[in-house]
Nanobody
Framework: QVQLVESGGGLVQAGGSLRLSCAAS????????MGWFRQAPGKEREFVAA????????DYADSVKGRFTISRDNAKNTIYLQMNSLKAEDTAVYYC???????????????WGQGTQVTVSS
């Protein structure tokens, strides 16, 4: 069992940066694949980034490649999403999620946080 709590969201101007954090509890965190997802109003939840349990493998949605960076600190049971060069279209609720095996498919993640709002003003 993994419990996830996101933080770090807020209001930022276009071109600015934010860093999201996701604190996890549960002894299986260090072996879990972790992902960031987002959901804008009226849209389906979509994949943003994922990271393997060791941190050696990452993947990103095309829309955020080169601007967002996912990382993890297993000693702190925390993952991060550094978001740079933010755009208005990045506005959404951002969720972290966990599962045992690698995937970027939203519906295959087992554990979810409550989400944190990111609003980018243009």
């Amino acid at each position: 069992q993994v419990q996830l709590v996101e933080s770090g969201g807020g209001l930022v101007q276009a071109g600015g940066s934010l860093r999201l954090s996701c604190a996890a509890s549960g002894r299986t965190f260090s072996s879990a694949v972790m992902g960031w997802f987002r959901q804008a109003p009226g849209k389906e939840r979509e994949f943003v980034a994922a990271i393997s349990w060791s941190g050696s493998v990452t993947d990103y949605a095309d829309s955020v490649k080169g601007r967002f960076t996912i990382s993890r600190d297993n000693a702190k049971n925390t993952i991060y999403l550094q978001m740079n060069s933010l755009k208005a279209e990045d506005t959404a609720v951002y969720y972290c999620a966990a599962r045992r095996f690698w995937t970027i498919k939203t519906q295959e993640y087992d554990y979810w946080g409550q989400g944190t709002q990111v609003t980018v003003s243009s």
